[in-house]
């Protein structure tokens, strides 16, 4: 148990009396807002650098919105925008050395999950009323009431069960792939064996970290999509009334 926590010192950036998750979340949170900050500090008419990523990424979530929600999606831009930035850099965290992502802890990705939740039925009861928003529980037919609300609110209650889940393990199975590629690195160097053979490995361990990379990166962005768009659907479906659909 001791060797497994001071390979953990080792390898990955840990503060004592705070938890890792909370750690890497602040740090996510630094990153966009000194982002945000840069890209907005001077701003220009012919958008460069960090001005012109961060012009994209709210461009590019506020197509999203519209096409998932419809006309009433960009009022829901800064719920968007910032649960999408925040899970992306989160995810992309985890593949520099000596971080992790706070999304392969899954009480991070509860909390995001439960925000949603909440969001959904608070904008839904906003904008529809509480017997408005809740009459859409029951049918029709409405002789099945009892059975159609029992359904919905089970199916209302999977939902954030369905996102936590789905991010934490696609995080973290690229967390433990890149964990143990570092581990056997250290392995490698310290286990006595012929040179020849420990260079074929040390070298085979190296390769194979960008292709974890590329494909932790890609993963990365596509889990953070996937959430996104779901909270879109989410709440879109909560707040678009039934001539609208």
């Known amino acids: 148990m001791a060797e497994e926590e001071v390979l953990k010192e080792i390898i990955f950036i840990h503060i004592p009396g705070v938890p890792e998750a909370l750690t890497m979340s602040w740090i996510a949170m630094g990153i966009i807002i000194v982002v945000g900050f840069l ?26 919105t519209r096409e998932f929600m419809g ?7 800064p719920l968007f925008l910032t649960l999408f930035l925040f899970i ?36 839904g009861i906003k904008e529809k009323g509480a017997i408005g928003y809740f009459k859409h529980f029951m049918g029709p037919p409405y002789w099945l009431a009892p ?59 190296f390769l194979l970290r960008p292709a974890i990379i590329l494909l932790g990166a890609l993963v990365s962005f596509i889990q953070a ?6 909270s879109m659907i989410y709440i879109g479906s909560a707040v678009t009334r039934e001539e609208e659909h």
Not at 71 to 77: D, H, M, N
Not at 94 to 119: D, E, H, M, Q, R
Not at 225 to 230: R, S
């Open 39 to 64: 890209g907005s500090y001077s701003i220009k008419m012919a958008p460069r650098g960090a001005q012109n990523m961060v012009e994209f990424g709210i461009d590019w979530v506020t197509d999203k």
């Open 147 to 205: 059975l159609f609300f029992i359904i919905h609110i089970i199916g209302e209650l999977v939902r954030p069960v369905s996102l936590t889940l789905r991010l934490f393990f696609n995080i973290l199975a690229k967390e433990i792939l890149l964990t143990l590629l570092a581990t056997l690195f250290f392995a490698f160097m310290m286990l006595e064996m012929p040179k020849a053979i420990q260079f074929l490995l040390l070298t085979g361990d």
């Open 88 to 123: 992306f850099v989160s995810n992309l965290l985890g593949l520099i050395p000596g971080f992790k992502s706070p999304t392969s802890n899954i009480s991070v990705n509860l909390a995001l999950a439960l925000i949603i939740f909440c969001s959904t039925h608070y904008f």
């Open 71 to 77: 006309e009433k999606g960009p009022a829901f831009l």
């Open 225 to 230: 999509l996937v959430f996104t768009a779901l």
